[in-house]
Each structure stands twice: as structure tokens, then as C-alpha cells.
């Protein structure tokens, strides 16, 4: 596809579970970025890969949250121990330059009960 | 560290009414400047941009034009339509942070 691609669309899943999220981003984009859309603190940055570099972690919320990114490409962002404080909509991006310009997906609305 | 700050609450407007939403920043670099819009049931989509001070961006017949003297970035359309109801977000990155900051966003509704 032309754009980025994010699964599942929905996740519903009980307090304490552990999750993940999956992005595929636009062919050839060496950046990728998580961010959080949610009611109280709007949209967050989570975490940043840009090609081989190490990720820049300094959004993720706790210990709990991390994020890899497999070949370059595919990114998945993990929940472990998930909270009802993590309900949101977690939004990837990616982006083939250096200054800024992001491309979303369309997001993965979780809600943990 | 590096904000955005739009205006307080959603805006409702008729249509073919003329529409401001304001975006005050601070950084500290020299911040590329963004409006993303968020349509019902849609993803994110980066509506304009600028990348240095005086810069206009425009797109659909919006603007915003870069104002380093008052850190401004208002968005600004002449007449608006019923399908420009959305969430429009400002935002900005500075080169060597690469994230984007976010302003916490307008709904606009524009009735007929």
C-alpha cells in the first residue's frame, strides 16, 4: 500500500494483559514514530528509529512500554501489564526526510477494562 | 522544552465564514512549523507547512504564514465549507529532536 498501515484497528483487552501494536510504514521511510492520542494529555510523542540508529525512547511513559523495529521496516509497539490509564490511540508515523514531515496511519484505538 | 499552544475550545462557524485559529509556540531551535488535520473517522493528514520564518504554507485555501517575531503560526481560511469540520492540530519539530510537538487541537464544526 501507499501509505502506513497500523494493526490491529481495535484492541479490547483486560487490565493486566500484555499487548502489541503493529506498524508498517511507507516503503523506503527511515523514520518511524509512536505517539499517543488520548482524551487528557492529547497526542504524545512515545518513541523515534531513524535507520540504524539507537531508538530515542525518552516519550515512553514507564518501564512498561517499549518498541522495536525489525529490518528497518515493521515496528511493533509493546504494552506489557497493561493499565486502564493506557486506553488511547496510538498513532505511527513515518517519514523519508529530516525535517519533520510525518505521515500517519490511522491508528490503533486500544481500551483496556 | 518545546510547546504549542492553540486556542481554548472548538470553534463553530457558518458556512462560507471566515476562519482563525490561533498557534502560539515555544522551541528551542529553529522549529519547522506544521497544521495536521484529523477528519472524522480518519487519520492524521499534515494539511500545510513551514519551514522558516516569513514562509507561507497553504493548501485547500488554507494559510499560515511563520512568524518568528511573535511565535505564531495561525491558520487562517477565507470561506469555509461543511466538509472543513475537523480537528486541526499545530504542531512543530526541531531539527536534531525529529518528534513533533502538538498543540492539544481546535474542533471545528461548520454548519450550513
Known amino acids: 500500500g501507499a501509505g502506513v498501515s497500523q494493526s490491529p484497528s481495535n484492541k479490547v483487552t483486560e487490565k493486566g494483559k500484555d499487548v502489541e501494536l503493529r506498524c508498517d510504514p511507507i516503503s523506503g521511510h527511515t523514520a518511524l514514530y509512536w505517539y499517543r492520542q488520548s482524551l487528557g494529555q492529547g497526542l504524545e510523542f512515545l518513541i523515534y528509529f531513524q535507520g540504524n540508529s539507537a531508538p530515542d525512547k525518552s516519550g515512553l511513559p514507564s518501564d512498561r512500554f517499549s518498541a522495536e523495529r525489525t529490518g528497518g521496516s515493521v515496528s511493533t509497539l509493546t504494552i506489557q501489564r497493561t493499565q486502564q490509564e493506557d486506553s488511547a490511540v496510538y498513532l505511527c508515523?513515518?517519514?523519508?526526510?529530516?525535517?519533520?514531515?510525518?505521515?500517519f496511519g490511522p491508528g490503533t484505538r486500544l481500551t483496556v477494562t | 522544552g518545546d510547546s504549542v499552544t492553540q486556542m481554548e475550545g472548538p470553534v463553530t462557524l457558518s458556512e462560507e465564514a471566515f476562519l482563525t485559529i490561533n498557534c502560539t509556540y515555544t522551541a528551542t531551535g529553529y522549529p519547522s512549523l506544521f497544521w495536521y488535520v484529523q477528519y472524522p473517522g480518519e487519520g492524521l493528514q499534515l494539511l500545510l507547512k513551514a519551514t522558516k520564518a516569513d514562509d507561507k504554507g497553504s493548501n485547500k485555501g488554507f494559510e499560515a504564514t511563520y512568524r518568528k517575531e511573535t511565535t505564531s503560526f495561525h491558520l487562517e481560511k477565507g470561506s469555509v465549507q461543511v466538509s472543513d469540520s475537523a480537528v486541526y492540530f499545530c504542531?512543530?519539530?526541531?531539527?536534531?529532536?525529529?518528534?513533533?510537538?502538538f498543540g492539544k487541537g481546535n474542533q471545528v464544526v461548520v454548519i450550513p
Open positions: 504542531a512543530l519539530s526541531v531539527q536534531g529532536n525529529n518528534r513533533l510537538a
Open positions: 508515523a513515518s517519514s523519508g526526510s529530516l525535517n519533520g514531515e510525518q505521515y
